[in-house]
């Protein structure tokens, strides 16, 4: 038999639960976490990075409230990058209808509060979508949020450094970059974000190149957990709410 303060503490990754645990939870409270990110470049930090954090701030954050945390539905929305080897990509209609089933998954399990945390921009559709669903689910909440340009977050960041962008230093993290891949040591200039939306994928990975936006490749890690550590406050602040 679970403990209160054992249901609290353990009810952070779905994976790490069985059924009969989850009815229990949905007893005292309704709420989860479902991140959603992308395989794509980013240029030498690992395909997942959107994925990887996404799911990473998300258990961070719900850990102390005992809000159960769903691993991370990897594959986004992302076109543009799809002339990289190892980008995937999923039609907009494709990810609309995934995000409906498990939507539709958590509400027949009782779940009433949902945070979707978001690690990819070209999801934004999916955004959008929630608005719809809950047109039709009344009886569900469910909040999009982009961790990575929420206000505290995004001000941090900027703080820290002004050029911020797609795979440059915010996203190196000691647990996004990879083993023995070095990384360059200039500051990158930025890319022509306009010229950008109008390419097609091969026009797309000339304009990027090694696929860093512009900015420093690499910063300090005491600079990335100075940032980490907002994000995952301010993630936590969402969970918590206020709730509709």
Known sequence: MLTAQQLRWDAMRIFEMN????????????????????????GYLSLGVDAILSERVSV???EPLGVPVYPAL??????????FPGTISLRVTTAVELVRDVLDSLKRAGFRR????NGHGGNAPVGSFTQEWMA????VSVKFF???????????????????????????FPWTRLANIAMPNER??????????????????AIVGDGNFGGLYQRSDDEMLALWRVAVDETRGVIEGPWA
């Open 146 to 172: 982009n961790w990575y340009n929420a206000p505290k977050t995004w001000a941090k960041a900027k703080a820290i450094d002004e050029v911020a962008s797609h795979a440059s230093w915010m996203e190196n």
């Open 114 to 117: 949902v945070l979707m945390v």
């Open 136 to 139: 039709a689910n009344t009886d």
């Open 74 to 83: 990897s594959f986004g929305i992302t076109p543009y990058f799809s002339a």
């Open 60 to 62: 961070e954050a719900a």
């Open 19 to 42: 059924w009969m645990q989850v009815e229990t939870y949905l007893k005292g409270d309704d709420r989860c976490v479902l991140p959603i990110g992308s395989v794509e470049q980013h």
């Open 188 to 205: 990158k200039m930025m890319i022509d974000t306009d010229r950008l939306r109008a390419a097609n994928p091969a026009q797309a990975r």
